[in-house]
């Protein structure tokens, strides 16, 4: 099962590029990576999913290097609404061998 | 739009009651989970479920335990609340074609 380690937080300005990496070197073959961002008292919500090289959607991009082991979830010209907690999830599998481990979290405090 | 809905987003209970959170999906989804959320901790797996009556133990199990008799419903049951129960108790649905979650608002729970 991968581990997944991610910074605690991380403070950036309006306009500027978020960048956050996520480590899961135990990373599994039929494993997916995804990302989730969360308000305060609300459940998370799906940003982006992948499983190797780059997607990008109409709200970030994720890149994944060839060997898996890390992910890199980049948020473009972020504002103050993208103050969150944003979460790495690697998972996959199916029926009863269904195998996940999220990150603890990162805290993302933009600033005007 | 995926709903998953929880039957309450404050509860109050008291040492060794017995306590029923409900989940409810309506996008019929194979998959159902339940989280806990603790600071510092992100989110932890205690029970998810892939089909109707079947289920499987996630990290931390114990002290929980998880009923599917409908396919849209997952409840968690706490058979005798303990105070280091309290927490934030986060439900989600997957379809089996892919990992995206979706969350639910939560339950915070509070035992005293």
């Known amino acids: 099962l991968a581990k997944t380690t991610q910074p605690i937080s991380m403070d950036s300005y309006e306009g500027q590029e978020v960048n956050i990496t996520c480590s899961h070197n135990?990373?599994?073959?039929?494993?997916?990576i995804t990302w989730y961002q969360q308000f305060p008292s609300q459940g998370p919500r799906f940003i982006i999913q992948g499983y190797k090289t780059k997607v990008t959607n109409e709200v970030a991009s994720l890149f994944i290097p060839a060997d898996r082991k890390s992910s890199t979830l980049s948020l473009p010209r972020v504002s103050l609404s993208d103050t969150a907690v944003y979460y790495c999830l690697v998972g996959g599998g199916s029926s009863n061998d269904y195998k996940l481990s999220f990150g603890a979290g990162t805290t993302v405090t933009v600033r005007a | 739009d995926v709903k998953v809905t929880q039957s309450s987003r404050y509860l109050v209970k008291r040492t060794g009651e017995k306590v029923f959170l409900e989940c409810v999906q309506d996008?019929?989804?194979?998959?159902m989970f339940w989280y806990r959320q603790d600071p510092g901790l992100g989110l932890r797996l205690i029970y998810f479920?892939?089909?109707?009556?079947?289920?499987e133990k996630g990290d931390i199990p114990e002290g929980y335990s998880v009923s599917r008799e409908k396919k849209e419903r997952f409840s968690l049951i706490l058979e005798s609340a303990s105070t280091n129960q309290t927490s934030m108790y986060l439900c989600a649905s997957s379809s089996s074609q892919t990992d995206t979650q979706y969350f639910g608002p939560g339950t915070r729970l509070t035992v005293l």
């Open positions: 996008m019929d989804h194979e998959n």
């Open positions: 135990n990373i599994a073959t039929n494993d997916y």
């Open positions: 479920s892939y089909d109707v009556k079947m289920k």
